[in-house]
């Protein structure tokens, strides 16, 4: 071990987060160093490179807002950006503001240890020099809500000998399925994306879904340069925009309540919203959210569309979603999914009904048949939004670690800083909003309060900054508390940890909105970092 290099902050995760994470401390004149598990720089967009990933946000949308020069300079190309072209926005960004110097591909930190008589972190790593050791007065978490991919523990996983893949973490190079028997297991985003490109492929694709999502068409097509050139015409107020609604979009949710609304109304703006695309279905009315009975139109709504779509009744009703309100796991934006049925190399299989019951030396045996299959596709998701934090081991004051706090579901102030663990902030944590955002805003968010946190501290020399348990406790239980108002809870969903056997069930992210969680945070800065011992 090298003798421990000091910088200011220590940033880890060289995303979207990380990236603006580390722009922005250098800017008030602060040393950094980013350290990145991959061996290029994108998170989310560098590791998920299956074929068909697409963001679900419209790519005038999903874009760094703090620099207008670079919103006018870049052109997207799609209505949805695809991954290779937010994997080249994100190089672009690096090498625009020269962030490559203080980024350390190729590394992984292995644990932070908070020292507290001198009063700085001690953070591990092992990347191309080896076992290094860094110090820092501030480590910041950039490492991603959906970064730590997940392969359910199968029985006679290590006896298949055909080929495995996840889709989040697919190899470089692309897969050539032409002329193989694939499997894909999962239908959530990640599956549903990739579905309708490898069964382009594919000489047949059995698909075993276990839980049917929602999915809506895309209406992916070349950007409408119109509408490009309106939003850079009015970038700034769109920004604003975003930055107070629900969702982190600039776009506010329908007004009307789908129970009220007759019957012929109802439906024209469910036809309206399934030909513009996109998510946004799930809040064409107001109460779609919190009312079952108007959620259930919705969600008959897009019953009605799957049965017009696949020709097959039987393939129809496996994949009719029938145990959770639309939106309450997120909506998947599709392109030709449920058409992809239609296809004769194509075959649904549920493993709900018939479960998967081991994988075998040619393929996976559920308990009607086995499927001999060249290549497998796990499509099963993440430890979310806790699985990246907890594999580092993350030891604050006294000792304590993170895994120990957290053992029955995280906990954290503003889902920004976590008491116990002084000067340690989680960019998008646990409690808020995050997932149920616009990523990028709720980036920007996390990265701008940070960094001014910092800038207060230092301006007013202090050190140390920490929240107080009852803060961490009350906001703890206003994520709760808003979360049950909701229909979020009906769901079995990653967003409270289902997804994993054995992980607490908490639901982790902040349902009541960018906008009113902008101004909480705001309102504690105001106040002098109230909940916060600051000394
Ligand atoms: P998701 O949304 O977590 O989907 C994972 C899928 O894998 C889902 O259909 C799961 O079924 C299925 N799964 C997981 N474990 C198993 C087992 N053991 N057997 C069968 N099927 C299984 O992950 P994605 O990558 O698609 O999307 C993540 C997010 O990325 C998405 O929400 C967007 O925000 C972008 P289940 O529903 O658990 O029955």
């Given amino acids: 071990m090298n003798t421990p290099r000091g910088v200011d902050a220590v940033i880890v995760g060289a995303g979207f987060a990380g990236l603006y994470m580390l722009h922005k401390l250098r800017g008030q004149g602060l040393s950094a160093v980013v350290f990145e598990k991959g061996d290029g720089v994108g998170g989310t967009w560098y590791w998920n490179r299956y074929p068909g990933a697409r963001c679900d946000v419209e790519s005038p949308y999903y874009s760094f807002s703090f620099d207008p020069e670079l919103e006018q300079d870049w052109e997207w190309t799609e209505r949805y950006p695809a991954q290779p072209e937010l994997l080249r926005y994100l190089n672009h960004v690096a090498d625009r503001y020269d962030l490559r110097r203080d980024i350390e591909l190729d590394t992984t930190v292995t644990s932070a240890n908070y020292d507290d008589g001198a009063g700085l972190w001690r953070v591990s790593s092992a990347g191309p020099r080896g076992a290094e050791e860094t110090t820092a007065r501030f480590c910041i978490m950039a490492t991603g809500c959906l970064s730590t991919s997940r392969i359910p523990d199968f029985a006679g996983l290590d006896t298949y000998t055909g080929k495995v893949y996840h889709t989040g973490d697919w190899p470089h190079e692309g897969v050539d399925f032409t002329g193989k028997r694939v499997g894909v297991i999962g239908t959530g985003s990640s599956g549903i994306q990739s579905i309708p490109e490898i069964a382009r492929q594919a000489e047949h694709l059995n698909v075993f879904q276990r839980t049917p999502n929602f999915s809506v068409p895309a209406n992916n097509g070349p950007l409408d340069q119109k509408l490009w050139q309106d939003v850079k015409a009015n970038y700034r107020k769109i920004r604003e925009d975003a930055k107070h609604t629900p969702t982190g979009l600039p776009f506010p949710p329908g007004p009307d309540s789908a129970l009220e609304a007759p019957p ?136 304590v670690s993170l895994r120990e706090k957290w053992e029955a579901g995280p906990r954290a102030y503003l889902g920004l800083s976590v008491a116990g663990f002084p000067n340690l902030f989680t960019v998008t944590g646990p409690g808020s909003p995050s997932v149920l955002s616009n990523m990028i805003t709720s980036i920007e968010q996390h990265v701008d309060w940070i960094s001014d946190h910092i800038a207060y501290l230092d301006s007013n020399g202090l050190t140390s900054s920490e929240p107080v348990p009852e803060a961490e ?34 639901f982790m992210p902040y349902v009541g909105g960018v906008g009113a969680y902008r101004a909480k945070c705001d309102e504690v800065a105001a106040r002098a970092y109230e909940g916060f011992v600051l000394a």
């Fill in 264 to 399: 012929e109304d109802r439906q024209r703006v469910f036809d309206e919203h399934w030909t513009l695309g996109g998510f946004r279905l799930g809040q064409c009315f107001s109460d779609l959210a919190i009312s079952k009975e108007a959620n259930d139109t919705v969600a008959e709504y897009i019953r009605t569309k799957i049965d017009e779509i696949v020709q097959d009744p039987e393939t129809a009703r496996i994949l009719k979603p029938y145990d959770h309100p639309v939106g309450t796991k997120r909506i998947c934006v599709d392109t030709d999914y449920y058409d992809t049925y239609n296809r004769d190399n194509v075959s649904l299989i549920d493993v709900r009904k018939s479960p998967i019951q081991e994988l075998t030396p040619d393929g996976l045996r559920t308990a009607d048949k086995e499927y001999k299959l060249d290549a497998i596709v796990f499509a099963t998701g993440f430890d979310a939004m806790t699985g990246a934090l907890l594999g580092i081991d993350i030891r604050g004051r006294d000792g």
């Fill in 473 to 506: 406790d009350e906001w703890v239980e206003h994520v709760n508390a808003v979360a049950e108002m909701t229909l979020f809870p009906q769901a079995n969903s990653w967003y409270l940890g289902a997804n994993v056997p054995g992980k607490p069930r908490v």
